[in-house]
């Protein structure tokens, strides 16, 4: 894969008229529908999850920086 965006830690996540608003590190703020922040946020906590557990079983895991 080389044709992607590498984000660090949101700096912030807030809710108006009925969006969810995400904004990354650099800037850019993202907006979904409530649902689809749902489904994105359970998505991303089972690929988070099992690539942490990939990490464990290789011995790679090292602790957590923000």
């Known amino acids: 894969m080389s ?3 590498e984000y660090g830690i ?4 807030w809710v108006n008229d ?4 995400v904004k990354a590190y650099d800037g850019v703020i993202i907006r979904m529908t409530p649902e689809v922040a749902i489904r994105l946020g359970r998505d ?8 942490f557990i990939n990490k464990v079983m290789d011995g790679d895991a090292k602790p957590a920086s923000l």
């Open 44 to 51: 991303l906590e089972a690929a988070g999850t099992e690539s």
């Open 3 to 5: 044709d992607f965006i």
């Open 18 to 21: 009925g969006h969810v608003f």
């Open 10 to 13: 949101a700096t912030e996540v």
